[in-house]
C-alpha cells in the first residue's frame, strides 16, 4: 500500500470511527438509566480538550482531514453530558455550560497568542480529563456503565492520528498530545475492563 493510500486510510478510518466513537457510551447510560462511573469531571475537560484542539486547527488553516472528526466528537460529547445532568436532576445546569464553552470558544481567537497558550495547555486539559476518569474509577472500583467499547475506539482514533499528523503538518505539539491521549485512552480501558471483569466474576459467584 502506498503512502498516500495509507494516510487517506487513516484519515477515514478514524473519521468513520469517530462518527460512532461515543455512541457506545450515550447507549449505555440511556439503557442503565444512570450515569454511574461516567465522571462528569472527565467529560468537561474532554470538552474543553476538544474546543481548544479544533480551534487551535482552524485558525492555522491545517488540512481539515487531519481534525474534521473534533466537531463530531464535540457533538456526541454535549449529547452526553445533557443525558448526565438529566439523569443526575441538574438538566437546569446545560445552559451555564453552553454558555461558558461558547464564551470560551470565542475568546481563544481573539489573540494569536491565546489560542497559542491554549493548545499549549491542551495535552494537560486532555490528560487530566483521562486522569479523572481513572480517579473515578480507582474511588469506586466499579466500571459502572463507562463503555470498554468507546475507550477501545478512542485508543484507535489516537494512534491513528498520531501517524497522519507526522505524515501531514509535522506539529511536535500536536503529536506529543495524540501520544499521550493514546497512552492514557488505553490506560482508562485497561482499568475499565479489569473492573468489569471482577464484576463479572462477582456476578458469577453469587
Known sequence: ????????LANFSTLFVCMVLKFPQIFAVMRAK??????????????IGFIVFVTYQMYYDYPPPTYLEYPILIAQDAILLLLILHYNGRLWQ??????LFVGGWRLLTVEKWIVDLAMSLCTFISGASKLAQLQCLWRTKDAGQISAVSWA??????????????????DALVVVRFVAMSLLNMWVLLTVLHYQRRASRSQKQD
Do not use: F, K, Q, W
Request: charged share 5%.
Open 1 to 8: 500500500m502506498s503512502a498516500d493510500a495509507l494516510l487517506h
Open 34 to 47: 444512570s450515569s454511574a462511573g461516567v465522571s462528569l469531571n472527565s467529560l468537561l475537560l474532554e470538552l
Open 94 to 99: 446545560g445552559l451555564p455550560y453552553t454558555l
Open 153 to 170: 475506539l478512542a485508543t484507535y482514533t489516537g494512534v491513528a492520528r498520531i501517524y497522519t499528523t507526522t505524515a501531514t503538518t509535522g
